[in-house]
């Protein structure tokens, strides 16, 4: 296969940092893996956080930096959610690979400490059958292998599993750093970005660097070297304040009417609903003129939908049903219906 | 009892949901295995208008030119990332799509032929055959993975994996990939969609996917991250208007003063409907005059009137009768969602606001049900069945 043309690199691989110490942002973590570089001595590890915080940047940097691109490929094990891990994967692929033993001994610079690495990266998704062969691996071969668990919801792992590990929590990039980042992409690329569209960014992508990241090359490439905000918005598929705004107002005016109207200029617009509930949610819980109690009755509604549009269901309903929803808290309207069965 | 499709195949192919991947073809290809040109059939005079006004190329697309231009750029850059494309039916993702390919790969593109594919797939302890209609060229191939079925995943890894052993040499700069057309994506199972997450990954070097759905809802997160994503909206009622008087132009019609304005106030902004209904009124009645009755199409008229029905009569017996016109409409192949849609939005014509709540509440109930379930009318009859029970419980309330 012929190699891939450059351009056609993510950015997000392209300005993946290389080195532990080039990863933004998560201090702690950092100090605890520089030391291990130096003293060549590592706990088995468990990374959570959100997505696009730099995991999985961290863990493949740390590996490469103790075995160097020689020995990479021999000690280093990386399966993610696509690959099938089961529990036969566990028993024989991942115990196999841990239960060969390596030496040890400075090669080309590298540490390369005497025990392999095995990274499963998004180990949440990992079935608890599978999750508990891993237990007695983990001790036996302990003297030969690292594990490195990496998952964004902590409480999925099991607890046998996670207290045989060094726990280190990655947080929400601030909005500073992740400009600082931008930035220093933009200026690689020769980009233009205003500080509007940067705030817009980094608004849009909630702390997650890679979405920011993915949408600013979409943005890029469609758009050419100089963005606006609106730009990043039309990528990101987030719908824009303006029409949220108007759906809330038709809803707090009371008229069925005319909140259908929106509804259908949303549906017709394109806008994907499940976004569009997020945005509304939003909205209505950031909001002062909305009781605690009106609150609570949309928010309820809101997450039914959400549900309902998970199992397939029509969006256009969906969203007529919680506008519909809306109109009766905000003009207190009392609940259910007077037949209800 | 009548069937609501009296008036000959033209009206059948307006908005007939199935079936996408045919759609785009003129009716009267036959399916097998023949070579033909996308366009220029024989007498382009017998094609419908909506074929024969499908623009070529993306210079010349009149709705979404900012859309078409952004396209237009990014396949100049030697490169192309996968793309996702969505929007509501009709509003011309499909065009925008054909256009795109014919500016990657020039008029290559077009030559396309259908075939019949069959695939064993080798599933652990089973073999599994699949067929399914696909539409190739020598540098893309079109399916509607979601024919398949529950099976969707299969095709979905093998197709991709066989366009990648083939790909195509890459010479004098040439692309060397080829791109695969996935239509109804937001109709695949869960299982497909993340499937398709770990091959888009793997074989980004030699395929490009565009992927093209209705709502971006129904795809996965993942899916949607790794694409670039397109929204496509329904064009505005004057872009309509634009679109119909250019094609009036053209056929060289005269056309009343709001004519036009009115075709495109009935289609509910979707282009190919009002192209549909044009035609079909050329058909009826020319020259056009200003008070000409533009008809709404049949399964629309049928649902209305199941509607008054509804309001005027609500007993067990009336609610047996509309089931019969229920089932007519299902034979003939009127997606049940679109049937219920359409059977509420007659309904709230005529409904008190207090009841429009209660109503369109239970709408979005039985949808949701049909969705979980398995057989339709059910559901459709079971919001029938509510709807009466509501209104008549409104009337004795009211009137005693």
Sequence with gaps: ?341 | MMGPFPSGPLKWLQEQPSSRLLRSFPASSSLLYTQHKRTPSPSPSKMLWVDKYRPKSLDKVLVHEDVAQNLKKLVTEQDCPHLLFYGPPGSGKKTLIMALLRQMFGAGAEKVKVENKNWKVDAGSRTIDLELTTLSSTHHVELNPSDAGFQDRYIVQEIIKEMAKNRPIDTKGKKGFKVLVLNEVDKLSREAQHSLRRTMEKYSASCRLILCCDSSSKVTEAVRSRCLNVRVSAPKEDQIVKVLEFIGKKEGLQLPPGFAARIAEKSGRSLRRAILSFETCRVQQYPFTNNQVISPMDWEEYVTEIAADIMKEQSPKRLFQVRGKLYELLVNCIPPEVILKRLLHELLKKLDSELKHEVCHWAAYYEHRMRLGQKAIFHIEAFVAKFMSIYKGFLIATFG
């Design chain 1, 1 to 341: 296969m012929a190699p891939l043309l450059q351009s056609s690199q993510p950015w997000v691989e392209k300005y993946r940092p290389r080195r532990v110490k080039d990863v933004a942002h998560q201090d702690e973590v950092i100090r605890v893996l520089t030391n291990t570089l130096e003293t060549t001595n590592c706990p088995h590890m468990l990374f959570y956080g959100p997505p696009g915080t730099g995991k999985t940047t961290t863990a493949l940097a740390i590996a490469h930096q103790l075995y160097g691109p020689e020995l990479y490929k021999s000690r280093v094990l990386e399966l993610n959610a696509s690959d099938d891990r089961g529990i036969n994967v566990v028993r024989t692929k991942i115990k196999n690979f841990a239960a060969v033993a390596v030496g040890s001994g400075h090669q080309g610079g590298y540490p390369c400490p005497p025990y392999k690495i095995i990274i499963l990266d998004e180990a949440d998704s990992m079935t608890e059958d599978a999750q508990n062969a891993l237990r007695r691996t983990m001790e036996t071969y302990s003297k030969v292998t690292r594990f490195f668990f990496i998952c964004n919801y902590i409480s999925r792992i099991i607890e046998p599993l996670a207290s045989r590990c060094a726990k280190f929590r990655f947080k929400p990039l601030s909005e500073e750093i992740m400009s600082t980042r931008v930035l220093h992409i933009c200026h690689e690329e020769g980009l233009n970005l205003d500080s509007e569209a940067l705030s817009t960014l980094s608004s849009i992508s909630q702390g997650d660097l890679r979405r920011a990241i993915t949408f600013l090359q979409g943005a890029a490439r469609l758009f050419g070297s100089s963005i606006s905000s609106k730009d990043l918005i039309s990528v990101s598929g987030v719908v824009p304040q303006e029409v949220v705004q108007a759906l809330v107002a038709a809803c707090k005016s009371g008229s069925f009417d005319s909140a259908n109207k929106q509804v259908n200029n949303v549906i017709a617009e394109g806008y994907p609903v499940s976004q569009m509930l997020c945005q509304l949610f939003d909205l209505v819980v950031e909001s002062d003129d909305v009781s605690d109690e009106q609150k609570a009755r949309i928010c309820k509604k809101l997450a039914e939908s959400d549900k309902c549009l998970v199992d397939g269901a029509d969006e256009y309903l969906q969203l007529l049903d919680s506008c519909s929803c809306m109109i009766k808290a905000f003009s207190n309207m009392p609940e259910g219906f007077s037949n209800e069965i």
